[in-house]
C-alpha cells in the first residue's frame, strides 16, 4: 500500500489556546505548514474533506501566539545602534539576534536604535527594513530611540546628539529621510520586501521639545507608531500628544516624571477618563523657550560633553537623578525665574511669537465649567513596561497594570549583553570597561552602579504573574496581542486567529517555553 503523502496540514491536539481577552480554552489549532499560516480547522475540513496528515500531542501544554518584543536593543553580542562600515556585518549581526532570541519564545521583534549620529540614521533605517531570516524570528522594521528627547531625561542618550526638532516634521524627514518616513504603503514597496510584508516604524520622541508635537500627527497619518518618552510632559501635553495621534508611552516610569498627585504627567495617561471635558483639557501651548531653558536649569544637570559619561548601560534609567517634584511646579518655578509678564509674547529664534500663559491660569470657575456640556472622546495609549524588578518595583508594576491593563506591553529593552545562557561574573563590555552580572541584574565592574539587566521576554510574563497576580493567559496578552493591536498588526501578529502567521510558542503552565514556531515550522525546542 503507498504511503500517504502529506496534505501540509498540521493539528496541534491536547492544548490551551490563549484568547484575545487573556483566558485559556483547551482546543484544537490547525496550521498550513507550507504557507505557514493558522487556519480555521472547520472551515478547512469543509473544503478540502481531509483532516491533518501530521498530529502534535502537546501534553496540556499552553499554545501561544509568538512573543513581540517592540523595544529591543540587541543582544547575543550585537548592538542595533552600532554600524562599523560594512552592510553585510550588520545583516549578520541582525541575522545572529533573529536566529537565537527564539528560544525565549520571540517570534518577532523591533530593533531599536538610540540617538545617533545624523548622518547615519539613513543607512541604519535602511538596513532596518522588515525582514524574516530563514529559521528566525521576523525582524519587523525599526523603533528610533531620539534623538528628539528631554535633555533632563536622557538616560544613556548623549547629550550632544539631541536635538529639537525646529522645522516640525521637515526636521524628521532631515533627520530619519524622507524614504524612511513615506507613507507606509509606499515604504513598504520601496524595498525588497516580498507580498504581504508586516512591517513597522516606532519613534519615541519628548511632546514637550520644540517642533515635536506638530509633527506627532503627520507620522501618525504615516502609519508610524509614536511613542512618548525621555520627557519631562505635563499632564495637558502629554494629553494632547495622545490627541494629536501619539500612541504608546515608551518603558513607563523610566526617564518621565514621578506620579504626582496635581500633575501626574505621562504616568497618569494611565488614569485618564475616556471622555475629556473642552474646558479642562486645554489646547497644547508650548512653553517659550525660555521657559524651557529655566526648566532644565532648574534640574540638576551633568557637563554636556561630546561623549556621554558612562554611568550605566540601560538607556532607560535617568542619567540625571531629577526631584521627585512634578514638572507642573518645575514649569512654574521656572516661569516665575523667567519674569515675563502674563500675556507678554516672546519670540525664540526661527519660530513664531508664543504667549506665555501662567499654568495657575488654567483653573476655571464653576460657572465656566457648567458651560461645557459637551465631551471629547478620549483612548488612553499603549505603554511598555520592563519587569525586571530593576526598572520598576512589582508595586508599581501592579499598579500600572491595575488601572490600564488593556494598555500593556512587556518588553525587554534588551541591550546586547542579553544571552539567557551567560553565566555570572565579570565580563567585557566596550572601550575598556567590564560589567559583573548577578542574576539579571548589571554592575559596573567593581562598583555597586547598577547597569541594567539581561531579562528576557519569557521571563517578563513569568514575573508579571508573580508581581499582578493576573492569570498566566492575561501575561501572555501582553506579550502577544496588545503589542500587535499597538503595532496594527493583530490580523497577523500577536494572535491565533485564522489567517494569522503560525508564529508560536509551545509553554508550560509556569511560562517556560518548550518551543518556538515560526511560519509554521519549529525554529528551536528545549532538549
Known sequence: ??????????????????????????????????????????????LRKERPNVIIDLGGN????????????????????????????YRDGLKLVAERIVETGVTALVPTIITQEQALYPKLLNLLRPWSPPHAAHLLGWHAEGPFLQMSKRGAHSPALIIPASKGFETFESIYSPENLAEAEDWLMSGDTVHNTVGVRMITAAPEVEGVMEAINEASKRGICFNIGHSMATTDIATAAVRNGA????????????????????????????????????????????????????????PITKEASIDHISEAFDEIKTPPQTPMLLAEQAHKKSRLPTGKSIASPGSAAITAIPLGSRQLSESELNKDATTIPFDRPFYEIIVDGIHSHPNSVRLAYSAHPEGCILITDAMKIL?????????????????????????????????????TLDKCVRNFVRYTGCSIGQAIKCATYNPARCLNIENKKGTLRAGADADLAVLDHQGNVLSTWVMGKMVWARK
Open 1 to 46: 500500500m503507498a504511503a500517504t503523502t502529506s496534505n501540509d496540514l498540521i493539528c496541534f491536539t491536547n492544548c490551551f489556546l490563549p484568547q484575545e481577552d487573556g483566558a485559556l480554552i483547551e482546543k484544537d489549532l490547525w496550521i498550513d505548514e507550507r504557507r505557514g499560516v493558522i487556519l480555521d480547522a472547520q472551515r478547512t475540513f469543509f
Open 62 to 89: 499552553i499554545l501561544s501566539p509568538g512573543f513581540i518584543d517592540i523595544q529591543i536593543n540587541g543582544g547575543f553580542g550585537f548592538d542595533f545602534s552600532v554600524y562599523e562600515g560594512d552592510d553585510q556585518t
Open 247 to 302: 500612541r504608546c508611552i515608551t518603558h513607563l516610569f523610566n526617564a518621565m516624571p514621578q506620579l504626582h498627585h496635581r500633575d501626574p504627567s505621562i504616568i497618569g495617561l494611565l488614569g485618564a477618563s475616556p471622555y475629556l471635558s473642552p474646558s479642562t483639557s486645554s489646547n497644547f501651548l508650548p512653553f517659550p523657550s525660555a521657559i524651557i531653558s529655566a526648566l532644565n536649569a532648574s534640574i540638576p544637570s551633568l
Open 419 to 455: 544571552d539567557p545562557h551567560l553565566q555570572d561574573g565579570v565580563h567585557d563590555w566596550r572601550d575598556g570597561l567590564r560589567f559583573y552580572k548577578e542574576g539579571d541584574k548589571l554592575y559596573l565592574d567593581g562598583t555597586t552602579t547598577l547597569a541594567g539587566s539581561v531579562v
